[in-house]
Each structure stands twice: as C-alpha cells, then as structure tokens.
T-cell receptor, first 111, second 114 residues
Framework: GEDVEQSLFLSVREGDSSVINCTYTDSSSTYLYWYKQEPGAGLQLLTYIFSNMDMKQDQRLTVLLNKKDKHLSLRIADTQTGDSAIYFC???????????FGAGTRLTVKP | NAGVTQTPKFRILKIGQSMTLQCTQDMNHNYMYWYRQDPGMGLKLIYYSVGAGITDKGEVPNGYNVSRSTTEDFPLRLELAAPSQTSVYFC?????????????FGPGTRLTVL
C-alpha cells in the first residue's frame, strides 16, 4: 500500500509494557523514526533506527525492525502516565526530501 | 534558541479569506517544511524549501503558496480559504534533508475555515 499504517489507539495500565506497531511502504527507506506528540505541541523525535539494524534499545524504548515484512515496532517498558501521547511512525523517502508519516497511535496510560 | 516558532496558534477564517501562517527558526537550518495534520491522518507535506530562494511542492500543495526570502523565515500563504483547509499546520526545519537529520517541529497553528 501507499500509506504508513498504524493502529489509532492503545490503552495500557501504568507499569505495563506498551507496543506500538507500524507498517511502512518504502523498502529502500534508509531511516525509520518514531515521533512523540504531546497535547498542544509539535512532534518531537523520540528515536530512530537505521535500516541495516534489527533492533535498537534506548533506556525504556526498544525499536524492532523487520525489513522483510516492512514492520516497525516501538516497545515502551514500564509505561508511565507521562508517556500518554500520540506516537507517529515515519519513514524517509528514498527519492526525494520527504518523510512519510503514519496517522499516529494515541497511547493512553491508566493509573 | 527558541527553535521553531509559529504564529498564530489559532485562527478562524471565513471562506474566501486570505491569511499567512508565519514560521521562523533560529537554528540556521537549511531545510524547512510545512505539513498539515488532519484528524486520524498522518502529516502531509505541503511545501518544503532547501534553502533561501528555493521552494518546492510536497504532496498536497494546492491552495497554498510559500516563499523563502531568508534562511530563518518560511511563511505559508492561503489565498482563498476553503473548508477543506481546516487542519492543524506544522512547520518544521532540519539541517539537511531526510536521513538522520532530525526535523524540529513548531507547536502548530490550528486553522478553522467556516
């Protein structure tokens, strides 16, 4: 398909792990990104992974990349209420200066 | 550094009115971008600029115009506002294009066209 796809909503309890999934489109994308958007704010880069990597870990965040299936996931360990936000998956488009974003997954963390 | 700033934060326009959304960055970034974010949709690129004096169309440029007379400023112009342009508009900048260079986003302008 032409779109970067993500599920729109995820709800977890505080302390649980969250897994946000994404399917991207361009098999030649060099970098794949996760952006976080808090209410009333712009997007902030959370983490990224280079396409020749399978996994990247950064403190509570783990990014998994399956190039064969064009599947990207973000795992947040020990999810906190401050993690409540919208998370966008994005891919760099290989033939122009563009990034393609998914619709965003709204993560709600319940106490 | 203030980063990327956008004004106004909110605006209501009547159909057919014109307005300019302002965007300024103080990070000396070469690349600047305008996106729109519709509910339940990903960000769509409207226009981008690779440097002062150079602009190019993105995915959804119709109904908009841009200019880049300085490195710092990248205003987005709506000439004849239409209800379909109701959206949240984000300006972003980066040192160079794509790859690892992070795009820094402004806080957004929420525009409603009635």
């Amino acid at each position: 398909g032409e779109d970067v796809e993500q599920s729109l909503f995820l709800s977890v309890r505080e302390g649980d792990s969250s897994v946000i999934n994404c399917t991207y489109t361009d098999s030649s994308s060099t970098y794949l990104y996760w952006y976080k958007q808090e209410p009333g704010a712009g997007l902030q880069l959370l983490t990224y992974i280079f396409s020749n990597m399978d996994m990247k870990q950064d403190q509570r965040l783990t990014v998994l990349l399956n190039k064969k299936d064009k599947h990207l996931s973000l795992r947040i360990a020990d999810t906190q209420t401050g993690d409540s936000a919208i998370y966008f998956c994005a891919e760099s488009i290989s033939d122009n200066n563009d990034m393609r974003f998914g619709a965003g997954t709204r993560l709600t963390v319940k106490p | 550094n203030a980063g990327v700033t956008q004004t106004p934060k909110f605006r209501i326009l009547k159909i057919g009115q014109s307005m300019t959304l302002q965007c300024t960055q103080d990070m000396n970034h070469n690349y600047m971008y305008w996106y729109r974010q519709d509910p339940g949709m990903g960000l769509k690129l409207i226009y981008y600029s690779v440097g002062a004096g150079i602009t190019d169309k993105g995915e959804v440029p119709n109904g908009y115009n841009v200019s880049r007379s300085t490195t710092e400023d990248f205003p987005l112009r709506l000439e004849l506002a239409a209800p379909s342009q109701t959206s949240v508009y984000f300006c972003a900048s980066s040192y160079s294009s794509g790859s690892i260079d992070e795009q820094f986003f402004g806080p957004g302008t929420r525009l409603t066209v009635l």
